[in-house]
């Protein structure tokens, strides 16, 4: 392929520095039991992906999902038991999975202890659906409020109504 010149450098955008324990405009999102904490979005990307800080109590992660994007999950801290095409592996501090798109998968934090993880979608848009869906909390390590049987079916509800708009699709356990 020819190279092709660069484009010019776009002076609006910003360089930003993400600090998620000290931060207080970063968003932080309660859902599925886990916090979601927004450090880029796409609108601060062009677009081209977000990056989400994930905080993952035992015995969460999300149930199983496709969507027309790539992600991916870093693992800081912990680990996590991932589902891809139904099939599991153990992923752990300092190891990285990738999910093409439209692939089915989920994770669960089958450990006794929280786990952390940096998630990358691209494109971005993902967690405009998980701002839609989740309620904000006050810090990335806040516990989400329990849901009682009747705001379960509500969220369920809702996202399986949002899901489409972005590219996400709520598959059954």
Excluded: W
């Excluded at 669960?108 to 940096?118: H, Q």
């Amino acid at each position: 392929m020819p190279a092709t010149p660069l484009p010019a450098d776009n002076p609006t955008r910003f360089l930003k520095i993400a600090r998620p324990d000290t931060d207080e405009n970063l968003p932080h999102i309660g859902l599925v039991g886990d916090t979601y904490t927004i450090l880029l979005s796409g609108a601060e990307t062009a677009g081209r992906y977000c990056l989400i800080d994930m905080h993952i109590p035992p015995g969460g992660g999300p149930p199983p999902h496709r969507h027309d994007f790539e992600e991916s999950f870093t693992v800081l801290e912990g680990e996590i038991e991932a589902t891809f095409r139904g099939e599991k592996s153990i992923v752990h501090a300092g190891q990285t999975v990738s999910i093409p798109a439209n692939a089915s998968h989920s994770f669960t934090n089958a450990s006794g202890s929280a786990a952390r993880l940096l998630c990358i979608c691209a494109p971005a848009g993902q967690e405009e659906f998980f701002a839609q869906v989740g309620v904000p909390v006050p810090s990335r390590r806040s516990t989400p409020p329990q849901l009682d049987q009747a705001e379960q079916a509500e969220l369920r509800k809702r996202s399986q109504e949002l899901a489409p708009k972005y590219r996400t699709e709520l598959l059954q356990r």
